[in-house]
T-cell receptor, first 117, second 113 residues
Framework: GAVVSQHPSRVICKSGTSVKIECRSL??????MFWYRQFPKQSLMLMAT?????????EQGVEKDKFLINHASLTLSTLTVTSAHPEDSSFYIC?????????????FGPGTRLTVL | GQQLNQSPQSMFIQEGEDVSMNCTSS?????WLWYKQDPGEGPVLLIA?????ELTSNGRLTAQFGITRKDSFLNISASIPSDVGIYFC?????????????FGQGTTLQVKP
């Protein structure tokens, strides 16, 4: 159990276009999903926390109008990178926490490699 | 953003050797976690620690939650080639699973057969 998927696994787009990344919890309901960004040889940096049915909470320095997050159901959250630029090229990883219980940890998706030309 | 201090940054060891890495923080955490990340993949949870002083094993892996709640270590015994990867510690201030995680900088492990 506790499988998280992401789609697409990699995407290449032109500068100025928007890209949508999906994060799904396949075998459990996730009340909370998290979006991270990871640059080469660096650690994971939290971008935002997403709760089902409510607005996402963004970390300091992350533009909410550029990185649109929608958590429409207990199994799906989406991250849309709007008007992408080369500096947005990165590895985007989501994680999901099971609803209920204090010891249910974050399970991570396999990541999405975004390359903006 | 805030990060934990994780060391060493990288290790290159011989197969069969034991490995130790640790994380320290200036703040108290309620939870310490250890993840492993393979290239091009998301992190996979190895061990979760919830109580100060707690010592937990998962196969050849052993991790401890420091008594001061400001540090944790991970040991890998009898390393094998598939242990290669990046190991991250992560801490959480809040109890429960909805609090955000703070990640260490990672320890890159290479194992020579």
């Amino acid at each position: 159990g506790a499988v998280v998927s992401q789609h697409p696994s990699r995407v290449i787009c032109k500068s100025g276009t928007s890209v949508k990344i999906e994060c799904r919890s396949l075998d459990f309901q996730a009340t909370t999903m998290f979006w991270y960004r990871q640059f080469p040889k660096q650690s994971l940096m939290l971008m935002a926390t997403s709760n089902e049915g409510s607005k996402a909470t963004y970390e300091q320095g992350v533009e909410k109008d550029k990185f649109l997050i929608n958590h429409a159901s207990l199994t799906l959250s989406t991250l849309t990178v709007t008007s992408a630029h080369p500096e947005d090229s990165s590895f985007y990883i989501c994680s999901a926490s099971r609803a209920g219980g204090p010891y249910n940890e974050q399970f991570f998706g396999p990541g999405t490699r975004l390359t903006v030309l | 953003g805030q990060q934990l201090n994780q060391s060493p940054q990288s290790m290159f060891i011989q197969e069969g050797e034991d490995v130790s890495m640790n994380c320290t923080s200036s703040s108290i955490f309620n939870t310490w976690l250890w993840y492993k990340q393979d290239p091009g993949e998301g992190p996979v949870l190895l061990i979760a620690l919830y109580k100060a002083g707690e010592l937990t094993s998962n196969g050849r892996l052993t991790a401890q939650f420091g008594i001061t709640r400001k540090d944790s270590f991970l040991n890998i015994s009898a390393s094998i080639p598939s242990d290669v990867g990046i190991y991250f510690c992560a801490g959480r201030y809040r109890s429960g699973n909805t609090g955000k995680l703070i990640f260490g900088q990672g320890t890159t492990l290479q194992v020579k057969p």
